[in-house]
């Protein structure tokens, strides 16, 4: 079982930058491949970013290719979104996930737990 928690979220106006933080419970972290996801209001939870297990391989959505920067710390069971150029289309709900056994996956569906999710406004 892993509890997920994301904070960092809040309201930024367009070109700015965030950091989310997502702290997950549990000692078997690093068996985890972690994935950010976003649900903008009316519209279906889409990938943003996943990172692999060690650390070392990262995916991520066209949007937000050369913007976001995702990583992890294994020692510390945290995994990060640092979001640069930020736009308003960036805005939603921002949700920090946890696949067992994989290293990550585009498809919401191979995901285990996910975070209580936070929200990310960008003002034009």
């Known amino acids: 079982q892993v509890q997920l928690v994301e904070s960092g979220g809040g309201l930024v106006q367009a070109g700015g930058s965030l950091r989310l933080s997502c702290a997950a419970s549990?000692?078997?972290?690093?068996?985890?491949?972690m994935g950010w996801f976003r649900q903008a209001p009316g519209k279906e939870r889409e990938f943003v970013a996943g990172i692999s297990r060690s650390g070392r391989t990262t995916d991520y959505a066209e949007s937000v290719k050369g913007r976001f920067t995702i990583s992890r710390d294994n020692a510390k069971n945290t995994v990060s979104l640092q979001m640069n150029s930020l736009k308003p289309e960036d805005t939603a709900v921002y949700y920090c996930?946890?696949?067992?056994?994989?290293?990550?996956?585009?498809?919401?569906?191979?995901?285990?737990?996910w975070g209580q999710g936070t929200q990310v406004t960008v003002s034009s």
């Open positions: 996930a946890a696949a067992e056994g994989i290293d990550y996956s585009e498809s919401r569906t191979l995901y285990n737990y």
């Open positions: 549990g000692r078997t972290f690093s068996r985890y491949g």
